[in-house]
């Protein structure tokens, strides 16, 4: 199972997670992982698009990040998935789904790549968020930051649920 932070404009529009551009390296890195995107259950830890006007003028709408209590009046939709899927892992994409599924503030810096364990007794895996990766600025540094990531999509994959 993979968690993200929130729908974005795209995904907003479209009514399914991952289908603009972080959506695309996810399926980039996933396939070079081996990992097949159609046997994957993909969600957000937010449900709905917080978004804030382009202050261009143009008509875009602009990612706002969403603050704890929308995290956690969502909670119980996440949370339901969960229970219903029960996956083998969770890979949280970003600090806003590790901190959804984990129910803790955490960084990536500190519990990337690491197998932990959620509060319901989920394994998990903390990466980046693809976006992230789109946001670098440097080819160099976005590619090899992109090959961590696929780097984490292999170690969740080996990761196996407690007995």
């Not at 907003?12 to 997670?17: E, H, I, S, V, Y």
């Not at 143009?58 to 956690?72: A, C, T, V």
């Not at 949370?79 to 990536?108: D, F, M």
């Not at 789109?134 to 196996?160: G, M, Q, S, Y």
């Amino acid at each position: 199972m993979l968690v993200g932070e929130q729908p974005g404009h795209e995904e907003d529009l479209a009514g399914r997670p991952f289908v603009g551009p972080a959506g695309r390296l996810l399926d980039e890195a996933l396939s070079e992982a081996g990992l097949d995107r159609r046997r994957i259950y993909v969600t957000n830890a937010v449900k709905h698009f917080k978004w804030t006007k382009d202050k261009s003028g143009g008509k875009r709408r602009i990612h706002d990040k969403p603050n704890q209590s929308e995290i956690e009046a969502c909670r119980p939709w996440l949370q339901q998935e969960l229970w219903l899927l029960r996956p083998a892992v969770v890979v949280c994409l970003g600090v806003t789904a590790a901190s959804a599924v984990l129910r803790k503030r955490v960084t990536i810096r500190a519990s990337r790549g690491a197998a932990l364990e959620s509060p319901d007794g989920f394994r998990t895996l903390v990466t980046v968020h693809p976006s992230a990766i789109l946001r670098i600025p440097d080819r160099e540094d976005r590619e090899a930051e992109r090959r961590r990531f696929v780097h984490d999509l292999e170690r969740a994959a080996t990761i196996r649920a407690p007995r």
